[in-house]
């Protein structure tokens, strides 16, 4: 139960009208994994890190990035400079300067074992220069117009209290200091994260002094804690309660086309991928997905709107594009696939798989809306032109992992980028580390041509050419079927009514962006 205390007006619009003494209680929809910000950009392991840490350039609501720490300028087309806001504290109370920015860029290079880290964002810059205390210039090889976009991922540590810290030191508080709003009090790994409110916070003072973000990725379970008043708000409302929380006269719903897609990877790389076979169990001569007539097919054979209306329950449009509408580097002149399950059958036919073969599909079952519900949909559809399937779902916590070691020969992902050259850098670009390229390209697609698009776009610095660039890298990547685009999500939290919440295309759940109406 929220117990607000008027304390003092003040004008700020970070500080709000008033100030309150007050709990606020959240239901996150998947579990985090770590507390160590450099260790995997998973965004559910982002939402709770970034109530504790800051970094350089944020991001708003609509995608767009904007000064965090702080502002920078090009003085020419590969040097970078950012000058950090002053008098900005860790939580100890010590000053942010330019040493704990170069240390949190250079950490993200060093992190091992990691599933799928930070060190894609770090890669172009290949100099940095502490000018002084409050400047540091970053160079790139070539012009790169993503250093800032890429640095909105990079969280802030303090040198001194990470310099030799464990996940195990994150995860207990101990390394846990940042400059960010909330200082971490517990991590209760699969259960919860509390948080008290930083007094000294350099934006002002919020009016939640303890927020607990609460692990809840059972859809049920979040919205009966929102409805029994256990929780102030929730992420991610399940498609089957909106119309019920909707009629709700004790709540409010906020909404926002998403940034994410979710999409198949298909493997195009290994000859006998996992979960692929002839009808009878053996194994194909060869893997049928390198052939871009049976991706097609498989791309006909799904019905994407009625996913989006039926399945998603309108909570979805149909993509094409490997981001959204509002991203920059979406192509409109893209559209998605028109299901065609007739023709699907003629090009599985021409590419020699007349009766079809058997594929099974993995999935996570409580990351992406309605995803276990999704995977089985499309399964039905591949039924139906003649390729057997079945579905593997799982946890998230071990849905990863699998994954990212390539235990699947069809995976469902769903990725939110703030641009599309961004996007297929990880999506799609041929697997290079030393480039940071295809950190998530499980499918092992490659292709010079696509490469060299998203090369191009990204060394350009003018907004206008590399979106034009950008956006033929999506339509190429789009042509080549490199992963199956099934639809965006639209995103909806729930809060009690005397609550606000400005919707994020990001999806981001941020308690210090809730205030009180």
Same mark, same amino acid.
């Given at each position: 139960?929220?117990?607000?205390?008027?304390?003092?007006?003040?004008?700020?619009?970070?500080?709000?009208?008033?100030?309150?003494?007050?709990?606020?209680?959240?239901?996150?929809?998947?579990?985090?994994?770590?507390?160590?910000?450099?260790?995997?950009?998973?965004?559910?392991?982002?939402?709770?890190?970034?109530?504790?840490?800051?970094?350089?350039?944020?991001?708003?609501?609509?995608?767009?990035?904007?000064?965090?720490?702080?502002?920078?300028?090009?003085?020419?087309?590969?040097?970078?400079?950012?000058?950090?806001?002053?008098?900005?504290?860790?939580?100890?109370?010590?000053?942010?300067?330019?040493?704990?920015?170069?240390?949190?860029?250079?950490?993200?290079?060093?992190?091992?074992?990691?599933?799928?880290?930070?060190?894609?964002?770090?890669?172009?810059?290949?100099?940095?220069?502490?000018?002084?205390?409050?400047?540091?210039?970053?160079?790139?090889?070539?012009?790169?117009?993503?250093?800032?976009?890429?640095?909105?991922?990079?969280?802030?540590?303090?040198?001194?209290?990470?310099?030799?810290?464990?996940?195990?030191?994150?995860?207990?508080?101990?390394?846990?200091?940042?400059?960010?709003?909330?200082?971490?009090?517990?991590?209760?790994?699969?259960?919860?994260?509390?948080?008290?409110?930083?007094?000294?916070?350099?934006?002002?003072?919020?009016?939640?002094?303890?927020?607990?973000?609460?692990?809840?990725?059972?859809?049920? &379970? #979040?919205? %009966?804690?929102?409805?029994?008043?256990?929780?102030? /708000? $929730?992420?991610?409302?399940?498609?089957?309660? !909106? *119309?019920?929380?909707?009629?709700?006269?004790?709540?409010?719903?906020?909404?926002?086309?998403?940034?994410?897609?979710?999409?198949?990877?298909?493997?195009?790389?290994?000859?006998?991928?996992?979960?692929?076979?002839?009808?009878?169990?053996?194994?194909?001569?060869?893997?049928?997905?390198?052939?871009?007539? &049976? #991706?097609? %097919?498989?791309?006909?054979?799904?019905?994407?709107? /009625? $996913?989006?209306?039926?399945?998603?329950?309108? !909570? *979805?449009?149909?993509?094409?594009?490997?981001?959204?509408?509002?991203?920059?580097?979406?192509?409109?002149?893209?559209?998605?696939?028109?299901?065609?399950?007739?023709?699907?059958?003629?090009?599985?036919?021409?590419?020699?798989?007349?009766?079809?073969?058997?594929?099974?599909?993995?999935?996570?079952?409580?990351?992406?809306?309605?995803?276990?519900?999704?995977?089985?949909?499309? /399964?039905?559809?591949?039924?139906?032109?003649?390729?057997?399937?079945?579905?593997?779902?799982?946890?998230?916590?071990?849905?990863?992992?699998?994954?990212?070691?390539?235990?699947?020969?069809?995976?469902?992902?769903?990725?939110?980028?703030?641009?599309?050259?961004?996007?297929?850098?990880?999506?799609?670009?041929?697997?290079?580390?030393?480039?940071?390229?295809?950190?998530?390209?499980?499918?092992?697609?490659?292709?010079?041509?696509?490469? /060299?698009?998203?090369?191009?776009?990204?060394?350009?610095?003018?907004?206008?050419?590399?979106?034009?660039?950008?956006?033929?890298?999506?339509?190429?990547?789009?042509?080549?079927?490199?992963?199956?685009?099934?639809?965006?999500?639209?995103?909806?939290?729930?809060?009690?009514?005397?609550?606000?919440?400005?919707?994020?295309?990001?999806?981001?759940?941020?308690?210090?962006?809730?205030?009180?109406?």
């Amino acid at each position: 139960m929220l117990k607000r205390l008027i304390i003092a007006a003040c004008a700020s619009a970070w500080t709000l009208t008033a100030v309150f003494a007050a709990d606020l209680n959240i239901g996150l929809s998947a579990d985090v994994t770590t507390f160590d910000p450099h260790f995997v950009a998973a965004q559910p392991n982002l939402t709770a890190q970034k109530h504790v840490f800051d970094t350089l350039v944020y991001v708003d609501e609509r995608g767009r990035p904007i000064p965090g720490l702080a502002t920078w300028k090009t003085t020419d087309s590969v040097t970078w400079e950012f000058t950090l806001r002053r008098g900005v504290k860790f939580h100890d109370g010590s000053e942010l300067t330019t040493d704990d920015v170069l240390f949190s860029l250079d950490r993200t290079l060093n992190i091992k074992g990691s599933p799928g880290g930070y060190a894609t964002y770090v890669r172009p810059i290949i100099a940095k220069e502490i000018v002084d205390r409050y400047t540091i210039r970053l160079k790139t090889a070539a012009p790169y117009g993503g250093v800032a976009q890429d640095l909105s991922e990079v969280q802030i540590v303090q040198k001194r209290a990470a310099q030799n810290a464990t996940g195990e030191d994150f995860d207990s508080g101990r390394a846990a200091i940042g400059t960010g709003p909330y200082k971490l009090v517990r991590f209760a790994r699969g259960s919860r994260i509390e948080l008290a409110r930083n007094d000294d916070y350099w934006r002002g003072r919020l009016p939640w002094e303890k927020v607990t973000l609460h692990i809840l990725p059972s859809d049920p &379970v #979040r919205t %009966a804690a929102l409805l029994s008043g256990q929780l102030d /708000a $929730i992420e991610h409302v399940p498609t089957a309660d !909106l *119309a019920r929380l909707r009629k709700d006269p004790s709540l409010r719903l906020e909404q926002a086309v998403s940034w994410r897609t979710i999409f198949l990877h298909l493997d195009q790389y290994r000859e006998h991928p996992p979960g692929v076979s002839g009808k009878d169990g053996k194994a194909l001569e060869r893997n049928p997905f390198k052939d871009a007539r &049976v #991706r097609r %097919a498989l791309s006909k054979a799904i019905n994407r709107r /009625a $996913i989006a209306e039926r399945v998603m329950e309108g !909570l *979805a449009l149909p993509a094409a594009n490997v981001v959204s509408p509002s991203v920059f580097g979406h192509d409109p002149a893209v559209k998605p696939e028109p299901y065609d399950p007739k023709g699907a059958r003629q090009l599985l036919a021409e590419a020699g798989y007349p009766d079809g073969f058997r594929v099974s599909i993995a999935t996570p079952n409580n990351r992406y809306i309605n995803d276990e519900q999704v995977a089985q949909t499309v /399964a039905q559809m591949f039924s139906r032109i003649g390729i057997e399937t079945r579905v593997d779902a799982m946890p998230l916590s071990a849905y990863f992992g699998r994954a990212r070691k390539r235990d699947f020969g069809i995976a469902l992902l769903g990725w939110g980028s703030l641009a599309a050259d961004l996007a297929l850098r990880s999506l799609a670009g041929t697997t290079n580390p030393e480039k940071g390229y295809g950190t998530w390209n499980w499918s092992g697609y490659s292709n010079p041509e696509l490469d /060299a698009l998203i090369e191009r776009s990204l060394a350009t610095v003018d907004p206008r050419k590399r979106e034009t660039i950008a956006r033929q890298a999506s339509a190429l990547a789009a042509r080549e079927m490199a992963f199956l685009p099934l639809h965006y999500q639209i995103v909806t939290w729930a809060m009690k009514k005397n609550l606000s919440y400005a919707a994020r295309t990001d999806e981001f759940t941020f308690a210090h962006h809730f205030k009180p109406r």
